[in-house]
């Protein structure tokens, strides 16, 4: 069984003017296919056939992490945005972003910060450890599971997500995917799950 890209959650016009047609025929159509045809290349046939993506992502080292790694970023990425997203958290997301940042405005000022300050290419993370939410930032094609954490939010911060869109201007990009683009469903959702 091998891995397949998968279908995005929206049209690839959907988050426009946010987020282009043409970013997504890329960064979906190019970039994150390029991760699962090589990961199934790297895969298929050998010791690592069969295994799951949560599995190779725990063993593997080198490129085989990378595109497995690459694969899972991205599918998840995709499920962090929508149509008219944005807005504020509720229930009981509201109640643990409030305990552990103080409110969605202190939120958003550190994830931003963090966001802008990942050097080169990488992912900036709201996550859960240790019974509490915390920012973090992965360079390349690292993740919060690597590090003990479980992930609720991803920003892909390579310029080859913004660049299309925003040319050099990682901050105005930042600010869109929190003000119109985030979905906090899908954060909610992933706070369930993590317990
Ligand atoms: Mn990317």
Known sequence: MSFELPTLPYDKTALEPHMSAETFDYHHGKHHNAYVTKLNALTEGSEWAGKSLDDIIASA???LF???AQH???????KCMKP?????PTGALADAIKRDFGGLD???AAFSAAAAGQF???????VMRGGKLEI???GNADLPQKHGATPLLTLDVWEHAYYVDYRNARPKYIETFLSKLINWDFVA???GNAG
């Not at 899972?72 to 995709?78: A, E, G, L, R, T």
């Not at 008219?84 to 504020?88: F, M, N, S």
């Open 189 to 191: 959702e992933n706070l």
């Open 61 to 63: 080292e080198g490129g």
């Open 84 to 88: 008219a997203g944005g807005g504020e």
């Open 120 to 126: 080169g290419s990488g992912w900036a993370w709201l």
């Open 136 to 138: 973090m930032t992965t």
């Open 106 to 108: 202190e939120f958003n």
């Open 72 to 78: 899972f970023n991205h599918s998840f990425f995709w």
């Open 66 to 68: 990378n595109q497995a």
